[in-house]
């Protein structure tokens, strides 16, 4: 395979004609045509459904579509990385992840202490199966999601069919985010009858909505009031301005967020597990690897501040 093989590939896989990807690549259609039909041979696969409506892609297509999405990803990464687009030398990383603070933090402690003092980085968060895809994807190196006892078998699944890699930090109980001046802020404990007369916040999922992929502990559980957000500066908000709560592992980091949101034990069977992923076809670069092991201390300094119940490292 060329890897003009790919890229004719996903070119007809986006515009699910021949005659419109052969325009975009600026070849011919039987030029295309002939290409898709040796890469199919070579594969020994059907990769496309031809029919008089068009192109759709086969099980098989919609497979072979991840992989090259992938390769062009890295080719794409590489021409940055050598070319004129980026500086020679000049170190790369991203990582991806749910809302959690702790994560700025890592991200901004490792890029604070780097050295040499150049490089090219991103942080991105994102709803769970966007970070999910981001590091199948290759577009990032490492995600940081969450598993617990209820959406641990989904995870899993969803992370061996893609060839990723869940690896864990740290468990804890479930807290909940509240005001500091919140009508439960001087309980030891909080019971979901506690929080029956609150509204429950939720970060929203997009399409993605299974209660599976949700970033917040017994997300299925029926509530009173529920209000869903996009970013949590919103869920702070309204924490303040409606008594509002959610669920989460009790990190807070104040340098970031400030003092007006506490984190309050809650009483439940549950257990957070918070760990990063990984692309099992991927090996992390130094930058990365540093930057888990300032994540995992982040992590642990959170739980010690918080006085977090029965957490393990």
């Excluded at 005001?179 to 030891?188: C, E, V, W």
């Excluded at 669920?247 to 400030?258: H, K, P, T």
């Amino acid at each position: 395979m060329r890897l003009e093989d790919f890229q004719y590939f996903r070119a007809v896989a986006t515009e699910r004609s021949l005659n419109q990807a052969a325009s975009s690549l600026y070849i011919s259609q039987p030029s295309l045509s002939n290409a898709m039909a040796k890469l199919e041979e070579e594969l020994g696969v059907q990769l496309f459904i031809r029919s008089s409506r068009g192109i759709t892609l086969t099980s098989e297509g919609e497979e072979f579509l991840q992989y090259a999405n992938q390769i062009m990803e890295q080719v794409a990464l590489m021409e940055r990385r050598y070319s004129g687009q980026s500086r020679p030398g000049l170190p790369l990383f991203s990582v991806v992840t749910q809302h959690y603070a702790f994560v700025v933090d890592a991200f901004a402690r490792l890029l604070k202490h780097y050295q040499p003092s150049r490089y090219q980085a991103s942080l991105k968060e994102l709803r769970t199966y966007e970070v999910i895809e981001e590091v199948f994807q290759l577009r990032s190196e490492i995600g940081v999601i969450y598993r617990s006892k209820y959406n641990h078998q989904i995870i899993n699944r969803e992370l061996n069919d893609k060839h990723l890699s869940f690896h864990s930090l740290i468990k804890t109980r479930p807290y909940i985010f509240a005001y500091k001046n919140h009508p439960l802020a001087q309980k030891d404990r909080i019971t979901f009858q506690d929080l029956a007369p609150y509204p429950r916040l939720n970060f929203e999922q997009g399409k993605y909505n299974s209660f599976y992929f949700w970033e917040e502990v017994h997300s299925d559980l029926p509530v009173d009031q529920s209000i869903t957000v996009s970013d949590r500066a919103t869920i702070f908000n309204l924490m303040i301005g409606l008594n509002g709560y959610t669920i989460s592992s009790g990190i807070i980091n104040a340098d970031l967020n400030g003092e007006d949101i506490i984190a309050l034990p809650l009483e439940s069977p549950e257990e957070i597990e918070i760990g990063y992923i990984t692309n099992d076809l991927h090996q992390l670069n130094p930058l990365a690897q540093e930057f888990i092991q300032i994540l995992h201390t982040c992590l642990i300094e959170g739980i010690e501040k918080q006085g977090n119940w029965q957490a393990e490292s």
